[in-house]
């Protein structure tokens, strides 16, 4: 299927990355933020350049189309890419609701079960004919290293994807082929969602080195200096209690070592060996502040979503709540509160022959009778 015009909704470090990446790569890319983030996007709005350096090549992209009108934004391409945290799903969801049509492809990169919570908020108004997909992790190791300047440090070879209805898997992989090469399949959007990588370790990473981050605002190499052999312990039950989850439900999935070794990050090992082995994780810094969303994204819609699963399907995760608390503590918020919880993905109450329906058909047992 061949896939021309692109538009990424998002205006942070990996939607710049993409959209200049992309841009080189040939694609017509339409980049839009929404209200109240505009100033994201003034730095390049006169030129409408965005500078890409790093390891995926160098040179000055030039960006098809900058804008802040939703209507312009979907109109302009089938294939729409979120690349927003997961805070801001909810907002974008909203805002898009009124505009898309059954030719939309909406890809949250990454979603971390968002797309279940797209779902719900479509079905409210009867948009329920989008595909949603998301994927496991960022396409790329990157940030903004200047205001219109955007630098990759790696690209994940065998980026994650599920679909939403899963029936329409090979449909949404063969639009998402010639954009992320090597794309790989999971089952469904659970999976997938169950797969991301970000909330196993930053969460226990920066709260056992919080009293570093603080004191040098971040001015240490996070994955280096911070994932230690005993922080790597902590994060290693961290990712057995998320694959305790998934095997209840179903799937088998690979351990975080794992996983970085077949993105591409690091050699085949053990966690720490891996990190340790990793050119591209080497080369990041923790972030400068607690007030990051390594906490404030990954321990609401990673672990506590996660933890919220497991307590609906018989399956404990000790660990994942207790960072969950004592992250709640320094946050200033209660992760739980504010977590994407069983009711927010909509499937409070499912048992899991509703859940696989869901999944495959995009459809409530209700919808389907």
Not at 9 to 35: P, V
Request: aromatic share 8%; glycine share 10%.
């Amino acid at each position: 299927m061949s896939i021309h015009s692109i538009t990424i909704l998002g205006g942070g470090n990996t939607a710049f990355s993409a959209a200049a990446y992309l841009t080189l790569k040939g694609f017509k890319i339409t980049l839009f933020e929404i209200s109240g983030f505009e100033e994201s996007l003034a730095p390049i709005k006169d030129a409408g350049c965005i500078h890409l350096l790093g390891v995926a090549g160098q040179g000055t992209a030039k960006i098809h189309c900058l804008t802040t009108d939703i209507q312009e934004a979907l109109a302009a391409s089938d294939l729409i890419l979120l690349i927003v945290p997961a805070y801001a799903h909810k907002a974008f969801a909203k805002v898009c609701l009124p505009y898309l049509t059954s030719r939309h492809t909406v890809v949250l990169m990454p979603g971390t079960l968002g797309s279940l919570e797209w779902r719900r908020i479509l079905s409210l108004d009867g948009s329920s004919q989008v595909i949603l997909a998301e994927v496991d992790t960022a396409p790329y190791v990157c940030r903004k290293t200047s205001p219109d300047t955007a630098t990759i440090w790696g690209v994940v070879n065998k980026l994650g994807l599920g679909v939403l209805p899963s029936s329409k898997t090979a449909q949404v992989k063969a639009q998402l082929d010639p954009v992320f090469p090597g794309i790989q399949s999971f089952p469904d959007v659970m999976a997938c969602g169950l797969a991301a990588m970000n909330p196993v370790v930053h969460p226990a990473g920066v709260l056992l080195n919080a009293g570093r981050v603080e004191y040098s605002k971040g001015e240490f190499y996070f994955y280096e200096e911070g994932v230690t052999p005993s922080v790597a312990k902590v994060i290693q039950q961290v990712d057995q209690e998320r694959r305790d989850v998934a095997q209840e439900l179903g799937y088998k999935l690979p351990s975080v070592n794992e996983a970085f070794y077949h993105a591409g990050f690091g050699p085949k090992g053990d966690l720490w060996s891996t990190i340790h082995g990793s050119w591209m994780l080497t080369q990041l810094k923790a972030p400068g502040t607690l007030e990051s969303r390594w906490l404030t994204e990954d321990i609401p819609y990673g672990l506590a979503a996660w933890s919220s699963l497991g307590e609906q399907y018989g399956t404990k995760t000790p660990t994942m709540r207790s960072l969950v608390d004592v992250g709640s503590i320094i946050m200033g918020f209660n992760g739980w509160e504010e977590s994407r919880d069983v009711k927010r993905l909509g499937i409070s109450e499912m048992d899991k022959t509703e859940l696989s329906i869901l999944l495959k058909t995009g459809k409530i047992v209700a919808d389907c009778n």
